[in-house]
Nanobody, 122 residues
Framework: QVQLVESGGGLVQAGGSLRLSCAASGGTFRRYAMGWFRQAPGKEREFVAAIHWSDKTTYYADSVKGRFTISRDNAKNTVYLQMNSLKPEDTAVYYC???????????????WGQGTQVTVSS
């Protein structure tokens, strides 16, 4: 069983930056594809970014491409999401995910973190 714990959320003004972290335990971290999803109030959970477990290939939603960067440190069992040029529409609860393969579909995720709130004020 894999446990994921996110941190780094908070309140930031539009145009600002935040870095989310997700610490994993209970599994072989380097074997998992890791990702980030988000869910705004009244909306479905949506894919944000993902990173392959071996070659570190990255994937992004069009809405965050060029602004967000996902990375991982296998030695620290941690995945990061650097978020720059934040917009009010980025406001959501951000969830870390892990699984055997990269996925952009929430129902295909094997493990979820508890989520961290990101609020971007205009």
């Amino acid at each position: 069983q894999v446990q994921l714990v996110e941190s780094g959320g908070g309140l930031v003004q539009a145009g600002g930056s935040l870095r989310l972290s997700c610490a994993a335990s209970g599994g072989t971290f380097r074997r998992y594809a890791m990702g980030w999803f988000r869910q705004a109030p009244g909306k479905e959970r949506e894919f944000v970014a993902a990173i392959h477990w071996s070659d570190k290939t990255t994937y992004y939603a069009d809405s965050v491409k060029g602004r967000f960067t996902i990375s991982r440190d296998n030695a620290k069992n941690t995945v990061y999401l650097q978020m720059n040029s934040l917009k009010p529409e980025d406001t959501a609860v951000y969830y870390c995910s892990a699984g055997a393969r990269v996925t952009t579909t929430p129902k295909s995720v094997d493990y979820w973190g508890q989520g961290t709130q990101v609020t971007v004020s205009s």
